[in-house]
């Protein structure tokens, strides 16, 4: 059975604290553009948390969202690439193949999540910080596109480690790195042809919703909107 | 020929062919034999502890084969070694249950710097410098030693030896004297131990942002001198004056996990979060109803609150007769406290008290929290006190177990028990400073620092630097030159966390008692020493009874005699050898006690303690001239700044403010537009002190009155990635101090704010809307 990867999270147990941003960059070897080169929008961050203001003093709330690559079936990114690096993998992915990319960045102009990141540069490990650099992950040269692949390379492993015990993956037994370190339990993973994972039973909540769901691209990425109190019952 | 050795001699080659043009081959080209047989591209998980703060996470780090240049017996070469990649959390670790936070992730960076100093150091150029020239360990410790010898001590053997006890005695204690971060385990013991064995007073530990008022006010309401652990998972109702809990508090990854059951992991039943702060925190923009009140006036709302249930008879007002006695009128009913009273103080609305405090009475479980700036005022004893005594009321008719508890501590013994009330860090660095700048007799001859950084994150006008200075013979622990370890004498440069042995002792975040424990993930890199190995070596040297005190050749064979008494504590490992269970815990990263759920502390003694009245904050600096309250608040990459020097921190894009690289300043809109301030305009802050100048951001979260500011950047001397960038606001300070414990009250500043100048390019680096120019921009191409 082919899997169809996808994310939930829950705008309801995130809390803010970027425990994902720093374990993409650590699992997906991102290069830290240093001060400069982020002064002129240049940082690479696959996934950020945004955050929404309401209302004006002193009756102010904050909303947080981690956005990512919401790995859409019907991606925007995918069809205006000249050279098919961008390119739809059969378990839904939308992933970037690296040595087919020349940086035309047609693809970060239709994605309308912008979670796509040009290298402007070479990316520089001031030694021995090279030595952090993750041997599953391709490091990405200057011009190359980037954007987040679900960590791929720990999907590869799982499936192969599950192939080589003949037998099939298990819910929860692999997650991307955002995943695996949220405290909160915000975001979870999982294979949604599988009815029974818990990311198919949570995408089924009544909280869930898409962001931008009205362009069409159909999303992978479930969003959980957050609850409200009142008088001790669920809103 | 195997596909290893081929790869080895292919490697060689092609290193010889590149290097022929290169300086130097001949150093480049030594080859090590590898020590470890790794697999390459198959990795091993590891366990490490997590030391960045005081939490104590358990962490698991992912070693592959890798080649990495190291200095062996004083030679550079290289070798295929074990490489730490990554770290998550530990699965098994009872605090933080296989979750890690941001700042645990970038652990892997201090290892990896490439500042971390690779060999020991001595001063060259003049104090303060930063001019150091490398020594070797044999000469570095040769020169300790002398210096510590020649200190006049009980147990010196020199100076016993040579002129008699009797003048060692009459001498006072040793002017030795070691500062310290707060430092648990059997790192701690072992700096006790030597220090009392040489006659030196015990260590000091520093940290600019200390939980001394806590601690004591816990210690007399709940008879325990601890940091609190709340089951978050189980509570309905959830109020917070002030605490970070799910930033930088305490134990964030634990509280983080419980607040994400608390919030959904119960079906149709969701608590409420209320967080109570003049500024908007991470935390705080969680929280369901978030509600301004006036600095220093958070323990006035919690009796409000308290007054409200009493009065209404939601709660029987004398079932918890501790923490109750400790707040004076508590038995008349809290007549000064008065909705409408505690509005005029507070800025709450004597509705909104009446609401929150119905709301929390009916809710089955609750907890009440109190941590940051409520306690960082004068008043901020009297703070703790009132909410501690509102969260007994609300515990007072509760099924057990509570929602707060105190973590039960492993049945080990320790020279100072972990439990025991500490004084406030920040008045003892006060005497020490003082005592040292009066050239007072017990002032120290020889000053140990350990992870410690004091001129960043204490006042100026502490004067500590000045203090410095004056202290004949320095001796630093630190892996980086920062502003304190660049007036050492001599910097014998630690190991990192992952190439040490580690443990550590939770105080909180959990119910189980938690020894935290791993050994060496990885080989060293660098020609570096770990700390408590370098003390036990420069105890054998001295000899006498500091030698004696600390018999031990390694820091693991002090572990090892430490923890395998643990051994008898549980039916499962009683009959194991030796050898198993220190294999056992050694491989899991810990000793933990079986789960057990805690009890409510049945603690019904009235403490010897005067009742705390009504007591009004101080700031520094009249209100005329300074019309701002200055809140500091730790950040979210950094915490106090001593993680600033991690690049993936730096990068980090501050959650409230999407800042990066950065330090800035929240004001209100309102307050802006009063005096023509824009988001990104230049501005500065002035205390009686001192100013800071840095970017202005709008913020609509934080009151007209007050000015906030991250603490974190601003470093003088802290590697390439941190100096010279920001500013720091520890620096303008006041010196107030709370009342009764001494502790710093770094929320007790006024300030007064201007506007001096346009948004400068590289001043504010945002990440969301990072294209867009700043203003003049496009002029300037």
């Not at chain 2, 936070?101 to 001595?122: E, F, I, S, T």
């Not at chain 2, 200190?151 to 310290?180: C, I, K, M, Q, Y």
């Not at chain 2, 816990?218 to 002030?242: M, W």
């Amino acid at each position: 059975m082919t899997h169809k990867w996808a994310m939930v999270i829950d705008l309801d147990r995130c809390t803010g604290c970027e425990a994902c941003v720093v374990a993409c960059h650590a699992e997906n070897n991102i290069g830290t553009a240093g001060p400069d080169q982020a002064a002129r929008g240049r940082a690479k961050h696959w996934i950020r948390v945004e955050r929404y203001w309401e209302g004006q003093f002193p009756n102010v709330r904050l909303r947080f969202q981690p956005v990512l690559c919401q790995q859409c079936d019907d991606a925007p990114c995918e069809p205006v690439c000249p050279t098919f690096a961008s390119y739809h993998t059969p378990e839904g992915l939308n992933a970037q193949v690296y040595n087919r990319c020349i940086g035309a960045r047609f693809c970060a102009n239709a994605c309308p999540y912008t979670v796509r990141f040009l290298n402007f540069f070479n990316p520089q490990w001031e030694k021995p910080l090279h030595l952090q650099l993750n041997p599953d992950v391709s490091v990405r040269s200057v011009g190359i596109m980037e954007k987040c692949t679900f960590c791929v390379q720990r999907i590869r492993a799982a499936e192969i480690q599950a192939e080589s015990e003949k037998r099939d993956l298990k819910d929860g037994e692999f997650n991307p790195a955002c995943v695996q370190s949220c405290a909160p339990k915000a975001m979870v993973f999982g294979d949604l042809n599988d009815p029974n994972s818990e990311v198919s039973r949570l995408a089924r909540s009544n909280r869930s919703t898409k962001l931008l769901a009205e362009l069409g691209t159909k999303p992978n990425v479930n969003y959980l909107q957050r609850d409200s109190w009142q008088d001790g019952k669920n809103g | 020929m195997q596909r290893r050795n081929f790869l080895k001699i292919s490697a060689l080659s092609g290193a010889v062919s590149a290097l022929q043009s290169c300086g130097s081959p001949e150093q480049q080209l030594i080859r090590f034999i590898p020590d470890e047989d790794l697999v390459p591209g198959i990795a091993v998980w590891k366990p490490s502890v997590c030391t960045l703060c005081s939490a104590g996470c358990g962490t698991l780090v992912r070693v592959m084969e890798g080649d990495a240049e190291v200095v062996r017996k004083g030679r550079t070469g290289l070798i295929k070694m074990g490489l730490a990649k990554k770290l998550e959390g530990n699965p098994e670790h009872p605090v933080n249950r296989g979750k890690l936070c941001a700042r645990g992730h970038a652990a892997l960076q201090v290892l990896y710097h490439p500042d971390r100093l690779a060999n020991p150091l001595k001063r060259r150029g003049p104090r303060g410098s930063a001019d150091f020239q490398v020594v070797s360990w044999e000469d570095a410790l040769a020169e300790l030693t002398s210096h510590l010898s020649e200190l006049p001590s009980p147990g010196n053997v020199r100076s016993s030896d040579s002129s008699g006890v009797h003048r060692a005695v009459e001498t006072g204690p040793a002017p030795l004297a070691f500062l310290t971060r707060p430092l648990r385990g059997q790192r701690r013991e072992l700096i006790e131990r030597f220090l009392k064995a040489f006659g030196a007073p015990p260590s000091i530990a520093y940290e600019p942002l200390e939980e001394a008022v806590l601690r004591q006010a816990n210690l007399l309401s709940f008879g325990s001198a601890a940091l609190p652990t709340f089951d978050l998972a189980r509570a309905d109702y959830l109020i917070s004056f002030g605490a970070d809990l799910l930033g930088t508090w305490n134990s964030p990854v634990a509280q983080s996990i419980g607040y994400g059951e608390m919030r959904q992991g119960r079906p149709g039943r969701r608590g409420k979060f209320v967080q109570v702060e003049s500024r908007m925190s991470q935390t705080g923009a969680n929280a369901d109803e978030w509600i301004p009140c006036h600095p220093g006036r958070e323990g006035v709302l919690a009796l409000g609150m308290a007054h409200v249930i009493v009065s209404d008879k939601l709660r029987a007002r004398d079932a918890r007769p501790r923490p109750a006695a400790l707040i004076a009128g508590w038995s008349e009913g809290l007549p000064d406290y008065v909705p409408e009273s505690v509005a005029k103080q507070t800025g709450v609305s004597a509705e909104t008290i009446t609401r929150l405090a119905h709301e929390i009475a009916a809710a089955e479980s609750s907890a009440v929290v109190i941590a940051g700036a409520p306690l960082a005022q004068t008043n901020g004893m009297f703070n703790a006190l009132a909410v501690n005594a509102l969260q007994a009321l609300l515990e007072s008719s509760r099924a057990e177990p509570p929602i707060l508890s105190f973590t039960p501590q492993p049945p080990i013994g320790a020279t100072v028990p972990a439990s025991a009330a500490t004084p406030a860090s920040f008045s003892t660095l006060n005497s020490l400073a003082q005592a040292i700048l009066n050239d007072q007799p017990h002032a120290p001859k020889v000053l140990f620092l350990y992870d410690v950084n004091p001129v960043f994150g204490a006042p100026a006008s502490l004067q500590f630097r000045e203090a410095l200075a004056k202290v004949p013979y320095i001796v630093s622990f630190g892996s980086f030159i920062d502003e304190t370890s660049a007036f050492a004498d001599l910097i014998l440069p630690d190991h990192a966390p992952l190439e040490s042995w580690v443990d550590d002792v939770a105080e909180s975040g959990t119910t189980q008692s938690v020894v935290s424990l791993a050994p060496p993930a990885v080989h060293p890199l660098h020609n570096t020493r770990a700390m408590p190995d370098v003390l036990l070596e420069v105890a054998q040297r001295l000899g006498g009874p500091v030698a004696a005190a600390l018999p031990w050749n390694s820091y693991d064979a002090m572990l090892r005699a430490a923890y395998v008494p643990l051994r008898q504590h549980s039916s499962s490992t009683a009959t194991q050898s030796e050898d198993d269970f220190w294999s056992k815990i050694t491989a899991q990263g810990g000793w933990w006690s079986t789960p057990r759920a805690p009890r409510a502390e049945a603690v019904f003694a009235v403490p010897a303690h005067a009742p705390a009245k009504l007591a009004e904050p101080e700031f520094d600096g009249p209100a005329r001239e300074f019309p701002f309250y200055f809140t500091p608040f730790p950040s979210q990459s950094f915490r106090d700044g001593s993680l600033a020097h991690l690049p993936w921190l730096q990068e980090m894009p501050d959650v409230i403010t999407t800042a990066m690289w950065s330090s800035w300043v929240e004001i209100n809109p309102k307050t802006a537009a009063q005096l023509h301030i824009a988001t990104g305009d230049l501005v500065e802050i002035t205390s009686q002190h001192g100013s800071v100048r840095a970017p202005a951001i709008l913020s609509p979260g934080i009151a007209a009155d007050v000015v906030a500011m991250p603490i974190g950047q601003g470093h003088e001397k802290f590697s390439r990635y941190a100096s010279g960038r920001g500013a720091n606001p520890l620096s303008i300070l006041g010196p107030l101090t709370e009342r009764e414990t001494g502790a710093l009250a770094w929320a007790a500043t006024r300030v007064k704010l201007a506007r001096i100048g346009d948004a400068e390019r590289g001043k504010l680096i945002v990440f969301a809307g990072g294209m867009s120019r700043f203003p003049g921009e496009e002029e300037r191409r």
